[in-house]
């Protein structure tokens, strides 16, 4: 009994050490989301105080408000703007990065490991490097000033998913496709039966890697889109920041900054219980 | 450095030697792929009062590799034949030639009446039962059965029938609504067994089913198969590695070495008529006892001085075995079989491959191992050696091979009637083993262990004299050349 | 598999959908009228989005009278630096879209010149200038190469000292035996780097994040010149165009602000304003003393709440030293690459008319104007603000100027200068050792070896 009670407590420490530790990191994390909406809804004099108040009571929605008042409104545009790029963008680059690692990992064809290889060869290639030939290309067939080119090469070929989706394939058992094979399946019918279920975690990381890509791309979106009605929300909050700062900004673009993450945040909540979801389901034995 | 100019020479001249067997081969090989698609495009007939018929299969892979060498089997319907042989023989290749998973090389597949090489397994109507089951992990039970009869667009009633009646045949009703990693290894056995089942498809193909599973459980399930077989009646074919499992089950058996057939046949006549020593010593257990002894004019000498004396029918089906044997080999040597390129070639060809080893050792001058490789010379005088050999045997004595199953030793005090007796003999017990109802005694005859099962009427102590007879109605004789059985 | 189909052709049919959608809006071209549009690049600013809109208005207004068949469109580009702004315009006019004309910090011109990105406006300035109404001297500078002008100036704005009064007013309150005085506003007789830095001692107080400071003037290399022709010496670079950094002018102000910056701690150092610049804790009444541009009248005037605000000149090394001012002049340019370079031409003129000056100038925008007739204008338009006592001061500031020596090399060469900069800040580094540090690093940017 004495023995018993002594490795709990010794369980006990451990366990409250392990949390203290694990809340610090926590905390150390989230601070900076904390700050940056504890700034969005203070009050203008007090940020320009420059003091750093934890918590503070001093609150207004100006900063919100003035937010949704710039240039009318134009808010919501960025946000319309920002989803059908993304989303559509996602979606696209997940179809057909999983068609290309389904048939990289489970096909059999002539020259698939030299082509492979050279897909993973162009990753070392730095973005930098293709930005310029790439404006140039779009430039000359007229696609400027569209979302075309920030969607059309990322649906076409992204080979990091391709990858990533690829080594995931790898490792579903040969077996469940003989099997449905001999149950008559098609190629495409294995596609949407068993490896799309089947590499759920993977497509939901790669689709919310790619989104918030897209969402987060203000290089793209800057050198790509001129037309004021096609803005988008990276665009929209360094428009708001603006040149010679001023401190009265500083709340404006915090809210600016807070609102832009809200359906990322919103995306994530959502996607984590598929997520975890995902990897109970199939429990490969 | 440090190696001699003969060396180099002899290198060289194999180097070439075995350049140009592989490009023999390859040449071979691409004949053979054009032959086959002229085949193939003639009009095919399927022969009748045949369910699946395979002609002259072979299986060749792309890195010139044969795994299945001149397949032949007619199958009825109805039947269950199981494929048996040790892991790397080519059954579970044949089987998957069958199903459609593997491209079939050379040779004809019908079933039911139907030219099956160019169908994919969709439409040749199998259903297979893999080793690992092979459930799809995210569906319940219930939609893994449905899931062959969705895609053949059943209607929902008449799935949701099929799947409850082969549920209720299997007894996996309460599992239905569950995922496969929530069940145990006997359990998703039987799902896999259902999946086939529901289909109601004309062959049933089943790749060593039971090999996962304990081996309680394996007897078990073994009596329910073969109990679904005669309930079912379709017409199964069955891998296994397991003579048990084949001796059991089988209506036929095909016992496979190496991708050749050694022997088709029931599971009499498999035990009681083996074609050579692998199948001998593969079937029944304990294995056969084979002793090497000598033969001469209808006797057989054991090193021990024992003999053997055979009868005239024995003797003359002596001679006539080796007659043939004298006819196909000089019919080998008279259609010039020796200028195929030998099969060792094939290694070469493998080794070929770039490799960092081969590589660096070249680098470093180390010395290279030579290939043997055998010429057409060296093929031809190997013929004519055998010649020589089998016309030897049939004039004069020489080594044989007996063989005789442990249960037709019997010991020299009871024996049962319709045995044959040989002379007495009386050997040294090495080994009792008392298995409860029956010994397994170990002996040493002539150099070769043998072993003998005998009922339990007293105790037989290690190291005392045991008397025993052969039953003469049960002696088998085997080549030592070729291993084939003489009788 | 049909159905299959029909998803994949939903979703592409839903993709058409929304490229079209974002595909219309192609500005430029003629409008209905037959109009040539011609775009202009702004960078986006609430504070001066409305001048410069005002002065395309009065431009379009000018170029509809003159019966010219060309209106000037804003095309504003939602950046938040001139960086940013500057790859925007480079991709447009390497893509043949968006603003064929537009206006930059002259910061970037160099690079603008010698990437040939811009055409040649030496016609437009030769036809402004024999007009007799436009300041010569305002068209040389970084616009000018191998005596052809690429760029035509679109105002002149320079720094001044403001300084927060009422924070005078209560140290003189508390301290009644020891007042500070307000710095001079006499650009003959401005207050010495002494004098500054007893009064920023005196007005700080305070510690943490809470600290006052008594005055913030960042030792930046474009403001450098001005300090050192305020100390006798020359604006980086001599009569015979070397580097002169390394001299005993430099010298004294550097160290001038290592007394501030790291004896007294008087200026906020470089961890400070990365926390909060310094602008806006001038704005927030925490820092007694700013030396910054004439641009940042407007939020001055309007983010001060209750502060009384004063202007004055710029300090310099002892009394009786001219004090300078460093300029910055902004020009307009026309893309290279346009498709219609005549009628780019014809609205930059439209633009540098007396109307669309004084638009924009009566916003306060631009600085001082380029035409002399519009300069009282601009005065006049702060008179209606906060800092109306100062507009003699602010105009007196542009009686001696100084420009930045800005080059294909500069940019990179102050780069280099503000990463070491901290080093120097904390005490790591001397300031002889800093100062010749920068003397250094522009040599080697002048040989072309960074």
């Known amino acids: ?96 990065s999983s068609l290309a690692a389904f048939a990289f990992a489970k096909i059999k064809f002539k020259g698939s490991k030299p082509i492979y290889g050279l897909f993973i060869a162009t990753l070392m290639i730095p973005g930098q490097v293709t930005m310029l030939p790439l404006f140039m290309m779009f430039a000359k ?88 009605k096609l803005t988008t929300i990276p665009l929209f909050i360094a428009g708001m920041k603006e040149t010679h700062m001023t401190g009265a900004a500083w709340g404006r673009i915090m809210a600016a900054s807070t609102l832009s993450i809200v359906p990322i945040a919103i995306i994530y909540l959502f996607c984590q219980k598929y997520f975890v979801q995902g990897i109970a389901t199939t429990g490969m034995k | 450095m440090g190696i001699s100019r003969e060396e180099k020479e002899l290198l060289k001249k194999q180097n070439e030697e075995i350049k140009r067997q592989q490009q023999l081969i390859r040449e071979q090989y691409n004949k053979m792929l054009i032959d086959e698609d002229n085949r193939r495009k003639q009009p095919k007939l399927a022969p009748d009062n045949v369910y699946i018929s395979l002609q002259n299969i072979n299986k060749v892979y792309d890195n010139y590799v044969q795994a299945v060498f001149d397949f032949n089997l007619d199958i009825q319907e109805h039947e269950l034949i199981v494929f048996v042989g040790p892991s790397g023989c080519g059954k579970s290749t ?120 304990d081996a309680k459980l394996r007897v078990s399930m073994r009596s329910e198969i073969i109990n679904l077989h005669k309930k079912i009646n379709a017409t199964t074919i069955y891998v296994t590695h397991d003579q ?68 005239k029918e024995h003797k003359a089906a002596h001679d006539e075995f080796y007659r043939q044997r004298i006819a196909e080999t000089q019919k080998l040597i008279d259609e010039k079989d020796y200028e195929k390129p030998d099969m060792n070639v094939l290694l070469t060809l493998h080794r070929e491959k770039f490799s960092l080893k081969k590589l ?66 009386s050997l040294n017990v090495s080994l009792a083993e008392l298995l409860g109802s029956e010994y397994h005694i170990h002996m040493q005859l002539g150099g070769h262990e043998i072993i003998a099962k005998c009922k339990v009427t007293r105790h037989i102590p290690d190291n005392s004299d045991f008397g025993l007879v052969f039953d003469l109605n049960k002696l088998h004789l085997f080549d030592t050349i070729g291993t084939k059985a003489i009788l | 598999m049909k159905h299959i189909f029909k998803k994949l052709s939903m979703l592409a049919v839903a993709a058409v959908m929304c490229c079209s959608l974002a595909a219309c809006g192609k500005g430029g071209g003629t409008d209905k009228d037959g109009n040539v549009i011609v775009q202009m690049s702004l960078m986006n600013s609430t504070n001066e989005n409305p001048g410069w809109l005002a002065m395309i208005d009065a431009a379009n207004g000018v170029l509809e009278r003159d019966g010219e068949k060309v209106r000037i469109e804003a095309e504003i580009i939602m950046t938040d630096s001139w960086d940013q702004y500057y790859t925007k315009v480079t991709s447009n006019i390497l893509g043949k879209i968006g603003g064929t004309i537009g206006r930059i910090a002259e910061s970037h011109m160099p690079q603008m010149v010698n990437k040939n990105q811009i055409a040649d406006l030496t016609e437009v300035r030769n036809a402004l200038v024999e007009t007799g109404e436009y300041a010569a001297d305002a068209f040389e500078g970084v616009a000018v190469k191998d005596g052809k002008y690429y760029g035509l100036p679109s105002g002149t704005q320079h720094m001044v000292l403001y300084y927060n009064k009422t924070i005078f007013d209560e140290y003189n309150k508390a301290h009644p035996e020891a007042p500070v005085d307000y710095p001079s506003g006499d650009w003959n007789n401005a207050s010495t780097f002494e004098e500054i830095r007893e009064t920023a001692k005196k007005l700080t107080s305070g510690s943490g994040a809470s600290k006052k400071f008594g005055l913030s003037a960042g030792p930046y290399l474009a403001y450098a010149g001005m300090y050192a022709k305020n100390s006798g010496g020359d604006n980086i670079f001599n009569a015979d165009g070397e580097c002169v950094i390394a001299t005993k002018p430099f010298y004294d102000v550097y160290e001038w602000f290592e007394d501030m910056l790291i004896t007294d701690k008087s200026m906020p150092s470089t ?21 910054d541009g004439v641009w940042q009248i407007h939020d001055i005037c309007k983010y001060t709440g209750d502060s009384e605000i004063g202007v004055a000149a710029i300090p310099v090394a002892a009394s009786g030293n001219v004090s300078y001012s460093t300029t910055f002049a902004d020009r307009f340019w026309a893309s290279r690459n346009s498709p219609h370079l005549k009628e780019d031409k014809i609205a930059l003129k439209a633009l540098m008319s007396a109307e669309a000056i004084t638009a924009l100038s009566s916003k306060q925008i631009g600085g001082f104007p380029v035409r002399e007739d519009c300069v009282n204008n601009y005065l006049s338009s702060i008179e209606s603000t906060k800092l109306a006592g100062y507009v003699d001061v602010i105009k007196g500031g542009m009686a001696h100027k100084v420009s930045v020596p800005y080059s294909t090399y500069y940019n990179i060469v102050d780069q280099q200068i503000n990463q070491k900069m901290a080093t120097w800040i904390n005490g790591d580094m001397s300031t002889k050792a800093f100062v010749d540090f920068m003397d250094e690093t522009m040599k080697k940017g002048m040989a072309g070896k960074l």
């Open chain 1, 1 to 96: 009994m004495r023995k018993l009670k002594r490795v709990n407590k010794r369980v006990l420490i451990q366990t409250v050490i392990i949390t203290v530790i694990v809340l610090i990191a926590a905390l150390l994390c989230i601070f900076p989301f904390y700050w940056m909406i504890l700034t969005a809804v203070k009050n203008h004099d007090l940020i320009n105080q420059g003091t750093v108040d934890l918590v503070t009571f001093d609150l207004t929605w100006e900063s919100f408000k003035a937010v949704f008042g710039y240039n009318g409104g134009l808010i919501w545009r960025a946000y319309l703007n920002s989803f059908i790029i993304a989303i559509v963008q996602t979606l696209g680059t997940l179809f057909t």
């Open chain 1, 141 to 228: 067939i007229g696609w400027t000033n569209s979302f075309l080119p920030l969607i059309v090469p990322s649906v076409m070929i992204n080979t990091y998913g391709v990858f990533m989706l690829r080594s995931f394939i790898v490792s579903i058992p040969s077996g469940l496709l003989e099997a449905s094979e001999v149950d008559g399946c098609g190629w495409f019918r294995k596609y949407f039966k068993i490896i799309l279920p089947l590499i759920k975690p993977a497509l939901i990381t790669l689709g919310l890697f790619s989104f918030i890509g897209s969402w987060n791309n203000y290089m793209g979106h800057l050198i790509y889109l001129s037309d004021p």
């Open chain 2, 94 to 213: 044949t089987l998957r030639m069958v199903a459609g998973l593997e491209e079939i090389t050379t040779g004809d597949l019908y079933i039911d009446g139907v030219y099956c090489n160019e169908k994919t397994a969709k439409e040749r109507d199998i259903a297979m039962v893999f080793q690992n089951y092979a459930l799809y992990p995210h569906m319940t039970v219930y939609e893994n059965l449905a899931f062959g009869l969705q895609t053949r667009k059943y209607s929902k009633e008449e799935i949701d029938e099929r799947v409850k009646r082969a549920a209720e045949i299997l007894q996996i009703t309460e599992y239905l609504q569950r995922r496969p990693k929530e069940l145990s290894g006997g359990q998703m056995q039987r799902v896999a067994l259902g999946r086939a089942i529901v289909r109601e498809a004309k062959v049933f193909l089943m790749d060593e089913p039971l090999s996962n599973l």
């Open chain 2, 244 to 311: 048990t499992e084949a001796m059991t089950m089988a209506s036929r058996i095909v016992v496979m070495k190496k991708g050749y057939v050694q022997q088709i046949g029931t599971p009499e006549e498999v035990y009681a008529h083996p074609a050579n020593t692998f199948v001998a010593t593969f079937i029944g257990a304990p294995a056969m006892n084979l002793v090497e002894c000598d033969y001469n004019d209808g006797r057989l000498i054991f090193e021990n001085g024992f003999e053997i004396a055979l009868d």
């Open chain 2, 360 to 425: 660096i050792a070249k680098i470093f001058g180390k010395k290279q191992q030579p290939v043997k490789i055998k010429t057409p010379q060296d093929r031809l005088e190997e013929l004519q050696a055998l010649l020589d050999e089998y016309k030897k045997c049939l004039d004069g004595g020489h080594r044989v091979i007996f063989g005789i199953r442990p249960e037709d030793i019997y010991e020299n005090t009871e024996i049962p009637s319709a045995v044959r007796r040989s002379q007495a003999l």
């Open chain 3, 271 to 291: 961890s400070d304003t990365q926390t909060l610049d310094a602008m806006a804790r001038f704005l927030g009444g925490n820092i007694a003393m700013i030396i």
